[in-house]
């Protein structure tokens, strides 16, 4: 076959080091769409950037010549160079984060989960999330480690 195709969409979830809540509501609007437009820069189509004050949440296409790994790379720095000069001198990203393959007859819900997440947000805390997260997609994880 003389030319690589793929749609493989990607469910991203990263923290702010130590959770601290760094995206406040004045600013979350911009910071997500600060991190789409970095998404779409490195030719991954952003479908969707939200989140709560101490984690994002990414929906988009990976692009067919990047790893998911090169991809958090660059949105991490980004954002962490962003949020250094228009949140706080002190804004960092959690070294981990949860990847997830998205079928695309699943992209509607999991784009209303990003949507809602102050909903959502409510009664779950980014911890429980996370490891329902990691239940749904079959993912084992040691608690010693998933939190630093």
């Not at 076959?1 to 509501?25: A, C, G, N, Y």
């Not at 600013?27 to 998404?39: E, H, N, V």
Request: hydrophobic share 40%; with cysteine; net charge positive.
């Amino acid at each position: 076959m003389p030319q690589s195709l793929s749609r493989v969409i990607v469910h991203l979830v990263f923290s702010t080091k130590d959770r601290q809540p760094f995206l406040v509501k004045e600013k979350q609007k911009d910071a997500f769409s600060y991190l789409a437009g970095t998404l779409n820069a490195i030719d991954c189509l952003a479908i969707l950037v939200g989140g709560m004050p101490d984690h994002i949440h990414a929906l988009f296409v990976l692009s067919r010549t990047l790893s998911v790994s090169k991809v958090v790379e660059e949105l991490k720095k980004e954002s962490s160079k962003w949020g250094k000069s228009h949140i706080h001198p002190d804004f960092y990203r959690q070294n981990g984060y949860g990847a997830f393959s998205v079928s695309p007859s699943m992209v509607e819900k999991v784009k209303h989960y990003i949507a809602t997440q102050e909903e959502h947000h409510r009664e779950a805390t980014f911890q429980d999330e996370f490891r329902i997260l990691l239940r749904k997609h079959g993912i084992e994880w040691d608690e010693r480690y998933v939190w630093n």
